[in-house]
């Protein structure tokens, strides 16, 4: 029983319904896309074989080293919103396991850059590779007309989203 309401509870809004049928079908798909973006969430992290917060950093890796950014222990903290004692912690849990590589920065020598080892992008890519080949398989099946509908929909939810996170000063 106990199960039952974790697993339903994020299909709930508490605020008004939407005003019709359709509005209340759109709204619970949302809802259930919410809930299953956070069970990949869980899938991922058990794949990679790494605690939740090492898998984010590693990913915050990988996609600024394709990004072609320098990042470093500093990057981390402020993308993890965590502490430099944390990130020390994670930075050398990954480098144990060969997930990175400090180089020297170029000008500054008491500072390194953390760069992802090519096993990394692997454990990163296979982390997510069936989750997101899932949503692009949905995306291609869609014509054009449906998936700019779908795409303005979700904008402009983001949006308004982002508009109350500003507000409360996230």
């Known amino acids: 029983m106990p199960q039952n309401v974790v697993r339903h509870e994020g299909l709930h809004l508490y605020a008004d319904q939407p005003r019709d049928e359709v509005g209340q079908r759109l709204s619970d798909a949302i809802l259930r896309l919410r809930r299953a973006e956070q069970v990949q969430a869980g899938l991922a992290v058990r794949a990679s074989e790494l605690s939740a917060i090492d898998l984010t950093a590693l990913r915050y890796l990988v996609q600024g080293h394709r990004d072609g950014r320098d990042l470093g222990p500093k990057d ?75 795409a303005d929909v979700i904008a402009r939810i983001a949006d308004a989203l982002d508009v109350v996170a500003a507000r409360s000063g996230a």
């Open 76 to 150: 981390l903290i402020i993308m993890l919103a965590t502490s430099s004692a944390t990130v020390t912690n994670v930075v050398e849990r990954l480098a144990t396991r060969g997930y990175l590589e400090r180089v020297q920065h170029p000008s500054d020598r008491r500072a390194h850059y953390l760069v992802p080892t090519d096993e990394a992008i692997a454990r990163v890519d296979d982390a997510f590779a069936q989750h997101h080949s899932a949503i692009v398989s949905v995306i291609d099946e869609l014509d054009e007309e449906r998936a700019a509908i779908a």
